[in-house]
Nanobody
């Protein structure tokens, strides 16, 4: 059974940093991403990463987070991380980890086969 378990969310102030983690179990992936969602809005793409072994082939960031967020992964731990710096109130959302069985990257929600339960990030002004 495949599981994606996120952790690391919390309440911070504007300008602070947080690091989210997503641990995968049940199978290995090489194509994962983070999305976020606020009440009443559609889930939106944040970042994706695609790799093979130790080589990262592609990282894709939404314009709203470019330069502030960084995605990375630890193959041995089957974990990806989202380092979020210079957080803003508009970053407040539930953040979801996602994994795809495909070998190509996409920002589309339906590209991803597996989802975590989400972790809340709240940035106060």
């Amino acid at each position: 059974q495949v599981q994606l378990v996120e952790s690391g969310g919390g309440l911070v102030q504007t300008g602070d940093s947080l690091r989210l983690s997503c641990a995968a179990s049940g199978r290995t992936f090489s194509n994962m991403g983070w999305f976020r969602q606020t009440p009443g809005k559609e889930r939106e793409f944040v970042v994706s990463i695609r790799w093979s072994g130790d080589k990262i082939y592609y990282r894709d960031y939404a314009d709203s987070v470019k330069g502030r967020f960084t995605i990375s992964r630890d193959n041995a731990e089957r974990t990806i991380y989202l380092q979020m710096n210079s957080l803003k109130p508009e970053d407040t959302a539930v953040y979801y980890c996602a994994a795809s069985s495909s070998t190509w990257s996409s920002r589309r929600i339906d590209h991803y086969d597996y989802w975590g339960q989400g972790t809340q990030v709240t940035v106060s002004s």
